[in-house]
Antibody
Framework: QVQLQESGPGLVKPSQTLSLTCTVSGGSISSGGYYWSWIRQHPGKGLEWIGYIYYSGSTYYNPSLKSRVTISVDTSKNQFSLKLSSVTAADTAVYYC???????????WGQGTLVTVSS | NFMLTQPHSVSESPGKTVTISCTRSSGSIASNYVQWYQQRPGSAPTTVIYEDNQRPSGVPDRFSGSIDSSSNSASLTISGLKTEDEADYYCQSYDSSTVVFGGGTKLTVL
């Protein structure tokens, strides 16, 4: 059973960079066949895809966030990470990591972590 | 890119049948698979339908999915409604390596 767990600061100051890590267990990122994803949900709102990465390092980002997002992978630690720069209060959200197959079906999700942007 | 539009909310009584629509703004709904996710308060989403009309193991056959090219939309139908079905439901698809979620529909079973 694949499990994903987000970790990182729950509070980030405006204009700083939000950094989160997702640790995968029960499966290897480097085995291929899946895209490792970040999705967020603003309080009381819907789901927003941020982007995903393949084990090889190929990345795909939401065009609306592309200029501020970097997703990276560390196969040796079986982790992938999200960096979102120049954050504002509008970036306050629950951030989920998830696994997607090649036709973008999200089959495993982390529990989500709330990140608040505030001074 | 395209958008997926869902009704903001629907409500129905236990035992009845409800259908939630998901309309694609541009491009064909049949071009890429549509998935449906259920999200209960405080929990991560879970898949109830994938590849337009497939049910993951463990999802009851009361849940079904379909697509309609004439209206360029997908639908999630839940029959024999139970109070436990009350949740938010999101459709999702993709195109050109970009993933899109619908805005979500709050299902109330009253």
């Amino acid at each position: 059973q694949v499990q994903l767990q987000e970790s990182g600061p729950g509070l980030v100051k405006p204009s700083q960079t939000l950094s989160l890590t997702c640790t995968v267990s029960g499966g290897s990122i480097s085995s291929g066949g899946y895209y490792w994803s970040w999705i967020r949900q603003h309080p009381g709102k819907g789901l927003e895809w941020i982007g995903y990465i393949y084990y090889s390092g190929s990345t795909y980002y939401n065009p609306s966030l592309k200029s501020r997002v970097t997703i990276s992978v560390d196969t040796s630690k079986n982790q992938f990470s999200l960096k979102l720069s120049s954050v504002t209060a509008a970036d306050t959200a629950v951030y989920y990591c998830a696994r997607a197959d090649i036709v973008a079906i999200f089959d495993y999700w982390g529990q989500g972590t709330l990140v608040t942007v505030s001074s | 890119n395209f958008m997926l539009t869902q009704p903001h909310s629907v409500s129905e009584s236990p035992g009845k049948t409800v259908t939630i629509s998901c309309t694609r703004s541009s491009g064909s709904i049949a071009s890429n698979y549509v998935q449906w996710y259920q999200q209960r308060p405080g929990s991560a989403p879970t898949t109830v339908i994938y590849e337009d009309n497939q049910r993951p193991s463990g999802v009851p056959d009361r849940f079904s999915g379909s697509i309609d090219s004439s209206s360029n939309s997908a639908s999630l139908t839940i029959s024999g409604l139970k109070t436990e079905d009350e949740a938010d439901y999101y459709c999702q698809s993709y195109d050109s390596s970009t993933v899109v979620f619908g805005g979500g529909t709050k299902l109330t079973v009253l």
